[in-house]
């Protein structure tokens, strides 16, 4: 399949790399980063390709206003920003860039987990506020203790090799992963059922679909050990957060590393407030050499289409 490109509207903030490998390739670029939704529905019909990360919203009216549109790229994973089902119905193609946030969210996932079983975030909050309480903040060792991860695909597997290092013991819950390849990153296949009352930390790495909202629920924290710890880098919503605030205030959860919520940035601040929480703004892809990658691959992602080579992504 060839698709004419010429010109490329980026309307959020994406490398550098992304422009000079579309222009050394002879796309017209043109980056937008403040436009409105009004000033989007007007401009869109200019451009043969849109390039985004999370901020713009390509909703229907959008994607039925690009005239032209052939192609929308996301720089990064996740296109729960991109009305999937209104590009198809137009025959607009849909590329992400899936691998290029592997390290820097598996990283940042490890780094929540870390920080969680060692009160880092209270710790240190309370030394910026002048106080030295040593007694407060004991914590525990990871080694020897489990980790569960539900979704071993590309994130959840190297977050468990890292965490192996540790001396954690790897469980986990796939329906697409096979045993046997989880076996290959010494990572037992359980069933959720058997997942929660072994886990001492969880671990999401899943998309939010019907299947995957409220995972973790008033029912399944129910189901696990007390004071277990979890952590979200994946999705808001795959942890239901008004449950995870109850188990937080009963003790039943022990903490909780949250780096993306229902509502991002969230109009309530409960729960990033909440003492055992450790939050941090959506921040697992922000990474110099994460962007870098994903800026790199859309780009290369359209040359490819326009020069008839094959196709990537969602
Ligand atoms: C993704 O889907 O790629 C990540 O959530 C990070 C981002 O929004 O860019």
Known sequence: MVIKLEKVLIS??????CVN???????EVVKNTKLSKEELLAEIPK??????RSATKVTADVINAGTNLRIIGRAGTG????DTEAATRKGVIVMNTPGGNTLSAAEHTCTLIIALTRNLGAASMSMKEGRWDRKKFMGSELYGKTLAIIGLGRIGKEVALRMQSFGMTTIGFDPIVSPAESAEFNTESL???EIWPRADFITVHTPLIPQTKHLLCD????KCKKG?????CARGGVIEEAALLRALESGQCGGAGLDVFVEEPPKDYTLAKHPNVIATPHLGASTIEAQTRVAEDIAQQFVDLAQGKSLFGA
């Not at 959020?12 to 790399?17: G, T």
């Not at 490998?21 to 796309?27: M, R």
């Not at 277990?228 to 979200?232: G, L």
Request: proline share 3%.
């Open 79 to 82: 296109v729960d920003n991109i």
């Open 228 to 232: 277990v710890k979890v952590v979200n």
């Open 191 to 193: 069933s959720l059922e």
């Open 47 to 52: 451009y043969d390709g849109l390039i985004v």
């Open 219 to 222: 029912a399944t924290f129910a």
């Open 21 to 27: 490998i579309l222009q050394n390739n002879g796309v």
């Open 12 to 17: 959020d903030e994406v490398d550098p790399k």
